[in-house]
């Protein structure tokens, strides 16, 4: 069950309408390993940051088991930097500044002790670089699940069809599926994409929820309707980290353990939308989590 995560660590400033953020740690990788940690342990983590990331918060990752031994820390260089605001019913939102620093030229170093991983999460980060892990690694994992964004659809959209080509399952939003297929109707997206080379495909509607693609199924997850949204940054990392930490903890790749573990991946993404950046990750507790879980069950039960 053991689980490799890639992806970027983060500085995000964030702007929603309940108010702002100055630095607060984010990335993709820090959304999707500290889900995950609620699934598997260690969760082992390759990423960059630079001398200004905060080493409280490295050790905050390490005692949630995540291993950061594949984190390479550039002292002399800045880490990633990401400002976003979001609209007033926040299903959008514009991106206002990418700093790539230490992104730009980051060159993804697998640790000995994390070759043969079972599962590989892909999280958000340049194409090629998603590619380099995969060739890297001396056995191909069970299972491969990537996540992206329109950011490399718009500058480097071969690469990503490259490495698309590669993985099991890709998790990408509403509008990045119309942009990366060139459809509307998100039927044939799922169609057009699939046919770039993954078996499964997962799309997510933000508030309206999610939908799970197979060769020939389809599983629709809705959002939990939630009193406190305040902040939607890194809802889909701490989906995706939701969705194969539980397929890692459950073994089992079947279309319908998947649905389980999509409703996993939205239970644990109801949470990270309730408080800013990554602080209502940080504490959850196995009840809570299992007392989501039921009421997504219990939401569309009829
Ligand atoms: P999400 O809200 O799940 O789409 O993810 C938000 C996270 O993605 C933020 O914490 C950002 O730091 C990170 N992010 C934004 N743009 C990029 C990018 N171009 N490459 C890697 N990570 C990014």
Redesign the pocket.
Known sequence: MSLLVI??V???ALETPFGKTDKIV???A??ISLSSSYFVKPVNLVAVVGGDFPKSDIAGFQEHGVDTTGLQIKENEKS???S?RYSNDMNS?E?LV?E?NV?ADFDPIIPEAYQNCEYLML????PQVQRTVIERLQNRPKLIVM?T?N??MDIAYDELVKTIALVDVLSI?DDEARQLSNEYSLIKAARKIMAMGPKYLIIKKGEHGALLFGQNEIFYAPALPLEDVFD?????????GGFIGYLAKAGDLSFNNMKTAVIHGSAMASFCVEKF?TERLVNLGQAEIDARVQMFADLVRF
């Open positions: 992806g970027s983060a500085f995000d984010g990335g993709a820090s959304y990633f930097f990401w976003g939102r991106t990418t790539l992104l999280g958000n980060l340049a996540d964004m950011f490399w939003n939607p940054t890194g809802a889909g990392d701490t989906f995706a950046g």
